[in-house]
Every structure is written in C-alpha cells, then in structure tokens.
C-alpha cells in the first residue's frame, strides 16, 4: 500500500511540476509585455527557465535533502534525454534544417558547457584527488560560463529589430500575470518535494540506487515540458525553437540547475555515480554537432542514431 501512496505522489508531483511550470511561463511571459519587454527576450530567457525550472526545482530539493547522486542524475540524464530522444524523435517527425549562427556558436557553446562539467567531475584523473566531488568553486565557474551565455542571449537579442507584433496588447493584465508566476511557482515547489520524496522511497522499497531513478524515472519526467515543447515545435516546422531548445534547457541545467544549488549548499559528492555517464554526456553533445556541422541539418536517418544510441546507453543504466 505505501509503494502505491509513493506511485502516486509521484505522479502527482510531475504534474504539478509540468503544468506549475507552464502557467510559471504563462505569467511570467505576460509580465515582461505588460513592461514591452521584446518577445524576442522573452523567449529566450523566461521560456528556457520555464521548461528548466522542474530540473531546478528537484536539484534544490534533493540537495537540501542530501541526495547528491538525485541532484547529477537529474541534470546528466536531462541533458542526454533532451539531445538523443527529443532531438531524435523531433527529426524523425521533420529534418532539421539549422542556421549558421547555431552551428558556429550556439552548438560549440552546448558542447564546451557539457565539457566543462566533465572536467570538474574529474578530481580523481586529473587532479589526483580520492574523491569526485563539485565544489561552490566549480558552482562559481558554472555560472560565470552562463554569465557570458546570457551576455550572448541579449546581445543577440538588441540585434534584432523590434516588430508591432512585439508590443502587442498582453493576454493578460500585470495584476493576473503576477498571480499565474505565483502560482507557477508554488506548484513547481510543490511538485518538486513530492517527486524527490515518492521517488526516494521507491528507490528504497526496489533496493534500486538513487543514480537509476534520477537518470530514468525523474531526468524524464522533468524533460517533458522540453519534450512537449519540441513535438509541437516541430510538427509545426519551428526549425529555430526546436534546436534553440534543448541547447538552452542543456547550458541551463549545467550551469544553473546544477550549479546554483552546489553555491548555495555546498559540495556534492556523488556516491553511486559512473563514468559512464560523463562520457555519454559528451557524446551526445559531440554527435549533435557533428551531425550539425557537416551540413548544417540533422536528418531522419541521424534522429534513428540518436535515438538508438539512447536505447543502448538506458539498457545499460537499467539491465547493467
């Protein structure tokens, strides 16, 4: 009965998550046009951290709770969830076609992040340490990098001209606006302490690590929102948003959801964690740009890799 109640905590924990941090960026898109703030903008930053904000919700709370292996599992396993099945299942529904100023400095920029948490997760190889551990130092350094991704974000957004349809009359009034962020927020909290919890005791009742249900069970229930996001995007051939994307949700996971938390508690010290976890991790984000690169598209027959390569590596997290 109490693996149920836990089942169904859970459950309801990703749904408070997915649909707190869709009215999170209802409210919080809202707001910035009630100020005329460009869409542009908007989308660039308050959606990325809208569709990451489950990630971040759960990274907090495991890591208040002390479950570090919960807080790298769900940030490795959400970055390798987004580039090789919502990637590959958003190229199987349509080729993607992407633009210059993607492959020559957004993808590099993805992958140089993805490769940057792999160098700090490597006190034992390159320092000589007994112990893998990120520190606040390396939490400082994650968000110096995002620090300059966000100087990018806006320097590339004043680059774009101001359309009418960006001052457009806002769906809702600030008052409202300010109570849907409120809202978001609260059921993001929420759900977050719910998912940690039910997931948690799961892991206990199975005798299953916390590594598997983070890299499984969590890393996919708060890619969904990117996972949705993407589908749609896709089927209605926005090339630009599918792409865009995943490279935010990634450099965002790495650098905030993983990041922030480390600065404001401390050192985590995965337990349980495997090497081969980085590698996957910089693989994916080396076949991306690969794949990118050679012709600046991603094609049907590359979004089958992907997607194969994401069964392989799942079946060795599972069956392993």
């Known amino acids: 009965m109490e693996i149920l109640i836990s089942i169904a905590l859970l459950v309801l924990g990703f749904v408070l998550l997915i649909k707190g941090a869709d009215i999170f960026v209802d409210g919080a898109s809202n707001t910035a046009e009630n100020f005329k703030v460009s869409k542009m903008l908007i989308g660039l930053t308050i959606v990325a951290f809208g569709t990451s904000a489950p990630e971040f919700a759960v990274s907090i709370q495991a890591l208040a709770s002390g479950n570090s292996d919960m807080v790298l599992g769900n940030v490795i396993g959400s970055c390798i969830l987004n580039i090789l099945l919502i990637l590959g299942v958003a190229t199987v529904i349509r080729p993607l076609k992407l633009k210059d100023e993607t492959v ?38 994650t968000l110096l990098f995002f620090a300059v991704f966000l100087y990018y974000l806006v320097t590339l957004a004043k680059q774009k001209k101001d359309t009418p349809a960006d001052h457009e009359k806002p769906k809702y009034g600030l008052g409202k606006s300010l109570i849907f962020v409120a809202l978001g927020l609260a059921g993001i909290i929420i759900g977050s302490n719910f998912v940690v919890d039910s997931a948690s005791n799961i892991a206990a009742t199975f005798g299953l690590s916390e590594r598997m249900i983070s890299l499984t069970v969590i890393a996919f229930g708060t890619s969904l929102p ?51 976890d980085i590698v996957m991790l910089i693989v994916s984000a080396v076949m991306l740009w690969v794949f990118a690169v050679t012709k600046h598209e991603i094609t049907r027959t590359q979004g089958v890799i992907m997607l194969l390569t994401f069964v392989v590596y799942y079946s060795f997290v599972i069956f392993a």
């Open 226 to 276: 990117e996972l949705v996001t993407t589908i749609v995007a896709s089927k209605k051939g926005e090339q630009d948003l599918v792409v865009g994307n995943v490279i935010g949700s990634n450099i965002f996971n790495i650098c905030i959801v993983l990041g922030l938390p480390v600065v404001i508690f401390g050192t985590l010290t995965p337990v349980g964690f495997q090497f081969l």
């Open 104 to 141: 020559k400095k957004e993808l590099p920029l993805c992958l140089l992040i993805s490769s940057l948490l792999a160098a700090l997760f490597l006190d034992v190889l390159l320092a000589g340490g007994t112990v893998n551990q990120i520190t606040r130092a390396d939490g400082i350094v």
